[in-house]
């Protein structure tokens, strides 16, 4: 298989395997473990007959834990339908997908629910916050929802992290779009899962605001081994990850960019490893 994307990081920093710090960094090296992630010829179509419209095409990926992969590519070319997919948060046409080793096609919704669950956080494009619940009532949902204790303290302390320490008793329509913005980060990051995926994280914050939630971010991939997979039309925030996969109408590729290493220097290949049903 050749695979669409690049260790950015084994070109800019080779040998700091130190970075893979902490709770969820067992090993390592990402290219001795198994994937946290494995798609395989992920396929989505909606609609049917003359209507239907192909989105992704026959996508291969793998993600390790530790990484920080960056989607980018332009409006309409797929992120948020791919990044939903492989969250397991819709289903696919066709292919194969599995998350920490678990082919997802064995699972129905709840058993999917129960895989997310504590393990894997989510930031909305569109932020999803529940509009009756106040912001900390928010962001308490994925500690009530999985088997963590439900932490008040833990949960505010979240928003004092992205900076909300005085919107903590507000409604999501009583804050404005970055401060909801917000409360999704702090929400999927309360439960400290090994995996989040975040839609344009930063797409509504101004620049210094953006910086810091993006410091929070890579902080937590450092220290605490998170993984992150971010959607992001910001070149700044993309440069900051491991390597960027780039969209381009429904199919995957690799950056130009990514290619800078040559041929003798290229990463090891991840062939399929197979995925158990
Ligand atoms: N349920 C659906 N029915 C029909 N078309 C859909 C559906 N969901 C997504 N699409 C189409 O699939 C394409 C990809 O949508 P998606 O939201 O994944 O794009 P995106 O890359 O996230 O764009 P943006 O950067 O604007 O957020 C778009 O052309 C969209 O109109
Ligand atoms: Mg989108």
Redesign the pocket.
Known sequence: MSTPETRKQDVEHPGQDGRLQGDHARSARPQDRTPILMARQLEKT??SGSNA?T?LHALDLEIHAGESVAIV??????????LALLAGLDTLTRGELALFGEPLSSLDEDGRARLRAGQVGFVF?NFQLLPTLTALENVLLPLELSDHNVDTDQARQWLVRVGLEARVQHLPKQLSGGEQQRVAIARAFVARPALVFA??PTGNLDRATGDRVADLLFTLNRESGTTLVL?T?DPRLAARCDRTLT?DD?RLHARASDHARGPDTAPPSHEPEGVDH
């Open positions: 909606v609609g419209i989105i590519g332009s409006s309409g070319s797929g992120k948020s339908t791919l494009q839609d344009e959607v039309h969209l429904g």
